[in-house]
């Protein structure tokens, strides 16, 4: 990393400080800024355009499923929490009150807006008289407040962004099977946007979304060897009906209560997708979200510089018709090695190199973010190789994070094997569990590691609980988490 650190000397090994060197990059790259209130950051254009491609990929997916968009005011009122025990008894601690209005003291303390599930009850209680009005197929685009007391920019902040589903149906079976749709349309973007491999399961009680019946989760493996739980999917069965009467008279003119999902991601998939695919060079963004795919760059003596800035433009052109997100340096104060690593460091995927030799040769050079390969192509080729370097590129970054999931991923049957294991290694541990929350407590409190879900397809079938030894009823994934 020698090469590395000599043109990226304010960025900190990620060896010599994981956290250090996440927070260096995200803030040398230009993607937040701190705010002046605790726990709250600036999404800056480099940055909250990630999240644009996110949410333009995503709300396509829902919309091709039948969901469409509403928006619910941010002020909840204080007996809506009260309606449904463990969701208020689940958020209480993170929930900031608006008390004072206009001068005036409020009849009603208002919180804000934590996660919709109260106010859309209400608002679905209203809607929803019949079968046929059902079912109500609604997701929300919109930001949330959860006052943490530990943060850390997109992965935990006080405030941040993010969508919310929330379904309504008739029957069980119908909200079990959105609910796990959902989820699986998690999967498929997260693997096929942002390159993440996850790992789909269900959350043990202890740590299901406050309210919920069954929570449904993919956990993510970062560089670090640390979980992030990038997306959840939760069944509600007809606890939040019945706490805000939404009943619909059924085919036999009855009436009945519906059945509830809720589901969402939120911006931690930037954080996300930085701790997974960067490294000491900083950013490695995958094409399918990178603000800027390919960076165009004129090399060459000043005398041959007007020509070579003119072809690059004709050139670029031609790849912004195509589609291709793509921007040119052609300053002339800024040598083009400088560059060579800026660029790098933000995680451009591809760059473009045309010189005066290229020129003569009708040529171009293209260089890999990830792998470093320079590939001499035809300019008039050049949108087809381009194309086609992308995808090689994003289906690189997907196949190294995951073949670094398996070389972190190993398989204990004590709790002893697993503590001296997490001593020497980092990353996620299979074991059985008994279905004991006290087993699972112990194994928090002795290794710091928390369950992350029940994996569906887990790669062995424990027998015996870590902890107690007694006969293991699921064999679950633990590790350390964001």
């Known amino acids: ?179 796990r749709q959902m989820l699986e349309i998690y999967t498929q973007f997260v693997e096929e946007v942002l390159a993440i491999p996850v790992i789909k399961g269900e959350k043990t009680p202890s740590e299901r979304f406050a309210g919920a019946v069954n929570t449904y989760s993919i956990e993510a493996m970062m560089k670090d060897g640390r979980a992030v739980q990038a997306g959840t999917s939760h069944y509600l069965g007809n606890k939040f009906a019945v706490a805000f009467d939404i009943k619909y008279l059924d085919r036999n003119n009855e009436l009945q209560y519906c059945h509830t999902t809720s589901w969402g991601v939120s911006t931690r998939l930037i954080g996300s997708l930085i701790m997974v695919h960067g490294d000491d060079r900083g950013l490695a963004l995958p ?85 470093g390969e320079k590939r001499v192509v035809a300019q008039d080729q050049l949108v087809e190789e381009v194309q086609k370097m992308l995808d090689e590129t994003q289906q690189a970054m997907f196949d190294r994070a995951k073949q670094f999931r398996a070389e972190n991923s190993y398989s204990v049957d004590t709790l002893e094997e697993m503590k001296a294991a997490m001593e020497k290694k980092r990353g996620f541990v299979e074991a059985g569990w008994c279905g004991s929350e006290q087993c699972e407590k112990t194994v928090k409190e002795e290794t710091g590691a928390t369950s992350r879900n029940i994996p569906f397809e887990p790669e062995t079938h424990k027998s015996n609980c870590l902890v107690c030894n007694a006969e293991a009823k699921h064999t679950v994934i633990f590790a350390r988490a964001y």
């Open 287 to 371: 094409p399918k979200v990178a603000p800027t795919q390919v960076i165009m760059i004129p090399i060459g003596p000043a005398k041959t510089r007007d020509a070579v800035v003119a072809r690059v433009d004709e050139l670029y052109a031609q790849l912004k018709q195509a589609g291709v997100r793509v921007r040119v340096d052609d300053r002339a104060d800024v040598s083009p090695g400088w560059k060579f690593n800026e660029y790098e460091m933000r995680g451009v995927p591809l760059r473009l190199e045309l010189g005066p030799r290229d020129m003569d040769n009708g040529q171009v050079v293209l260089v890999s973010r990830i792998t």
């Open 1 to 179: 990393m020698a090469k590395d650190k000599q043109f990226v000397t304010e960025i900190t090994p990620q060896s010599e400080d994981f956290s250090k060197w996440y927070i260096d990059v995200i803030k040398k790259a230009e993607l937040m800024d701190y705010s002046p209130v605790r726990g709250c950051i600036v999404f800056r254009p480099e940055g909250y355009e990630i999240w644009e491609h996110i949410q333009r990929d995503l709300d396509r997916r829902f919309k091709e499923t039948g969901h469409r968009n509403a928006y619910f005011p941010m002020f909840i009122p204080e007996s809506f929490f009260q309606k449904e025990k463990d969701h208020v008894e689940g958020f209480n601690p993170e929930l900031p009150w608006v008390t004072e209005a206009a001068g005036e003291v409020l009849e009603e303390r208002l919180a804000i807006r934590p996660t919709s599930e109260t106010m859309i009850g209400h608002m679905y209680s209203k809607w929803i008289q019949s079968y046929r009005d059902l079912p109500v197929l609604i997701n929300q685009w919109a930001n949330v407040v959860r006052w943490e007391k530990r943060t850390l920019p997109f992965l935990r902040t006080s405030e941040f962004l993010w969508q919310e589903g929330h379904t309504a149906h008739e029957t069980e079976e119908e909200a079990r099977q959105e609910t």
